[in-house]
């Protein structure tokens, strides 16, 4: 994997999960994994996720579902019928496994889901895939 080259963007993920401990694995995963510097946000609730991404324009999203208030399934609709952030990647990172709610991820313009518990690697070979360019 190459490093980042200076005036190189840095890429930026923003962290979407009620469950503390599973926003800091998931920060921990992408630094380790991946070896290179990364802009991480959280937010703990949709609701603070869509406030974070009117001012902030994160690269990639980590997005659970289950979360108390806005779930992961209206905050990918708003991100994804808005202008100004419907490239944004989404990538969901959730307990809810069956395939019915991997099918309306997939629709509302998730371009990855991975079931919690997670692994590091697949969690980071997802976002590689997603944001980091190929070497020249």
Same mark, same amino acid.
């Given at each position: 994997m190459?490093? +980042?080259k200076?005036g190189?963007?840095?890429?930026?993920?923003?962290?979407?999960d009620?469950d503390? +401990?599973?926003r @800091?694995?998931?920060?921990? $995963?992408?630094?380790h /994994? &991946?070896?290179? @510097?990364? $802009?991480?946000?959280f937010?703990? /609730?949709?609701?603070?996720?869509?406030?974070?991404?009117? #001012?902030? !324009?994160? %690269?990639?999203?980590?997005l659970?579902?289950?979360m =108390?208030?806005? %779930?992961g399934?209206?905050?990918c609709?708003? &991100?994804?019928? #808005? =202008?100004? /952030?419907? $490239?944004v !990647?989404v990538?969901?990172?959730t307990?809810v496994g %069956?395939? $019915?709610?991997?099918a309306?991820? &997939?629709?509302?313009?998730?371009?990855?889901?991975?079931?919690k518990?997670? +692994? =590091?690697? /697949?969690l980071a070979?997802?976002?590689?895939? &997603?944001?980091?360019p190929e070497?020249?």
């Amino acid at each position: 994997m190459r490093e +980042s080259k200076p005036g190189q963007k840095v890429p930026r993920i923003l962290i979407v999960d009620d469950d503390e +401990s599973i926003r @800091t694995l998931a920060a921990a $995963s992408i630094q380790h /994994t &991946l070896g290179e @510097t990364w $802009s991480i946000a959280f937010a703990a /609730t949709g609701e603070e996720a869509l406030a974070r991404m009117a #001012c902030e !324009r994160p %690269d990639l999203v980590l997005l659970d579902i289950m979360m =108390p208030g806005v %779930d992961g399934f209206e905050v990918c609709r708003r &991100l994804k019928a #808005c =202008p100004e /952030t419907r $490239s944004v !990647r989404v990538v969901f990172l959730t307990g809810v496994g %069956d395939e $019915s709610a991997i099918a309306e991820g &997939l629709r509302l313009g998730g371009e990855g889901y991975i079931l919690k518990p997670f +692994s =590091p690697v /697949t969690l980071a070979a997802q976002i590689a895939e &997603l944001l980091v360019p190929e070497d020249d």
